[in-house]
């Protein structure tokens, strides 16, 4: 039986390979994909020797969220931020928050969304009074079509556009993606190729692969987090390595976002973030020279504000995901004029 496809979007960045599969070159798995069948992300498939996206304007999630929420603190700071999602993803962590969208396609469930098109997202945007879009929530590479489309019409009016992405996409998929997009919060998840094995049924080096090539060879404005896992990437060791692979590989102005951790989704068996190890962890980074370290999930904690790298003044004082004050001028610290990396700020 021939599948019905006139309602469904080809793929991008595919390519034919031999005995009639497809090379799918959007992320690292870079699957081999034969008639019939799906990608490992389940959410893209060869039909008729044809990738198409299964889940191209199935919108599952649509939210005006504050910028640093993403988090992204050196970016349009104080901002709103016009976040979607579409399901499905290329991981699967046992810790997701959101798996109920995120890992629905692993766990045998329906790919369903609100049928939203790119006119739609963007015209919901400008109504909202966000200054970007973010493709957020699951991951934003596995539905990179919608991610274009929209990337596009939002440059037209005066959007920016950013990632919350687990950074497994291809160079080829960043080179796509960068005539339209101004920012990315990738997560680094540990420094071990082991954890990402175990937990995320993935691998480490491709993620280092991106965030390099994303801080070096583009103008994409880049953040970084890592979820604090007690007893799993927590060590002192593997933190200054982490450290240490951010300031070399990436750059010591891009902001390193220290999550606390509640247990979720498979991962219920251990116990939250202790705040002496998001403090060990955050003098790490400080340590191996990192001008911007944050705490996340730890509202009320001064380690959420912005503070000169120079002469120690609180710039941008934040609460939550709240900014109560910013003395930032023209992107300069007031005292001592020292610059402050970012985008827009």
Same mark, same amino acid.
């Given at each position: 039986?021939?599948?019905?496809?006139?309602?469904?979007?080809?793929?991008?960045?595919?390519?034919?390979? @031999?005995? @009639?599969?497809?090379?799918?070159?959007?992320?690292?798995?870079?699957?081999?994909?034969?008639?019939?069948?799906?990608?490992?992300?389940?959410?893209?498939? =060869?039909?008729?020797?044809?990738?198409?996206?299964?889940?191209?304007?199935? #919108?599952?999630?649509?939210?005006?969220?504050?910028?640093?929420?993403?988090?992204?603190?050196?970016?349009?700071?104080?901002?709103?931020?016009?976040?979607?999602?579409?399901?499905?993803?290329?991981?699967?962590?046992?810790?997701?928050?959101?798996?109920?969208?995120?890992?629905?396609? !692993?766990?045998?469930?329906? %790919?369903?969304?609100?049928?939203?098109?790119?006119?739609?997202?963007?015209?919901?945007?400008?109504?909202?009074? /966000?200054?970007?879009?973010?493709?957020?929530?699951?991951?934003?590479?596995? *539905?990179?079509?919608?991610?274009?489309?929209?990337?596009?019409?939002?440059?037209?009016? @005066?959007?920016?556009? #950013? &990632?919350?992405?687990?950074?497994?996409?291809?160079?080829?998929? %960043?080179? &796509?993606?960068?005539?339209?997009?101004?920012?990315?919060?990738i997560d680094l998840k540990?420094?071990?190729?082991? !954890?990402?094995? +175990?937990? /995320?049924?993935?691998?480490?080096?491709?993620?280092?692969?991106?965030?390099?090539?994303?801080?070096?060879?583009?103008?994409?404005?880049?953040?970084?987090?890592?979820?604090?896992?007690?007893?799993? =990437?927590?060590?002192?060791?593997?933190?200054?390595?982490?450290?240490? *692979?951010?300031?070399?590989k990436a750059g010591v102005?891009?902001?390193?976002?220290?999550?606390? &951790?509640?247990?979720?989704?498979?991962?219920?068996?251990? #116990?939250?973030?202790?705040?002496e190890s998001l403090k060990?962890?955050?003098?790490?980074?400080?340590?191996?020279?990192?001008? !911007?370290?944050?705490?996340?999930?730890?509202?009320?904690?001064?380690?959420?504000?912005?503070?000169?790298?120079?002469?120690?003044?609180?710039?941008?004082?934040?609460?939550?995901? +709240? %900014?109560?004050?910013?003395?930032?001028?023209?992107?300069?610290?007031?005292?001592?004029?020292?610059?402050?990396?970012? &985008?827009?700020?």
């Amino acid at each position: 039986m021939v599948e019905d496809v006139k309602n469904l979007k080809k793929a991008v960045l595919w390519e034919l390979g @031999g005995e @009639g599969k497809i090379q799918c070159n959007l992320c690292s798995w870079r699957c081999a994909i034969s008639e019939g069948k799906l990608g490992h992300c389940k959410v893209r498939k =060869n039909i008729g020797g044809v990738l198409y996206s299964l889940n191209y304007d199935k #919108v599952c999630a649509a939210n005006a969220d504050p910028i640093e929420k993403k988090p992204l603190f050196h970016f349009q700071p104080g901002s709103y931020s016009f976040s979607i999602a579409c399901m499905g993803c290329n991981f699967q962590c046992e810790f997701c928050q959101n798996w109920q969208i995120s890992q629905v396609a !692993y766990d045998g469930g329906e %790919i369903d969304g609100q049928a939203t098109g790119p006119e739609e997202i963007v015209d919901a945007a400008v109504r909202a009074s /966000c200054q970007s879009i973010a493709y957020t929530y699951t991951e934003p590479t596995i *539905f990179m079509e919608l991610c274009a489309d929209c990337g596009r019409l939002g440059k037209e009016k @005066g959007l920016a556009n #950013v &990632f919350v992405s687990n950074g497994y996409e291809t160079r080829e998929a %960043i080179d &796509f993606a960068s005539e339209w997009l101004d920012g990315m919060n990738i997560d680094l998840k540990a420094f071990s190729d082991d !954890y990402y094995r +175990r937990l /995320c049924k993935a691998r480490l080096g491709p993620v280092l692969d991106t965030i390099s090539y994303v801080a070096k060879e583009t103008d994409i404005w880049l953040e970084l987090t890592t979820l604090l896992v007690p007893g799993e =990437n927590d060590s002192d060791d593997e933190l200054k390595q982490l450290a240490g *692979f951010i300031a070399e590989k990436a750059g010591v102005d891009v902001p390193w976002h220290i999550s606390r &951790f509640h247990p979720n989704y498979k991962y219920r068996d251990s #116990v939250t973030t202790p705040a002496e190890s998001l403090k060990r962890a955050e003098e790490i980074g400080k340590s191996a020279g990192l001008r !911007y370290v944050y705490l996340g999930n730890v509202p009320g904690s001064k380690s959420e504000s912005t503070f000169c790298y120079k002469c120690g003044k609180n710039l941008i004082e934040r609460v939550g995901y +709240r %900014i109560v004050n910013n003395d930032l001028e023209n992107g300069k610290c007031p005292d001592c004029g020292v610059t402050i990396a970012g &985008f827009e700020l």
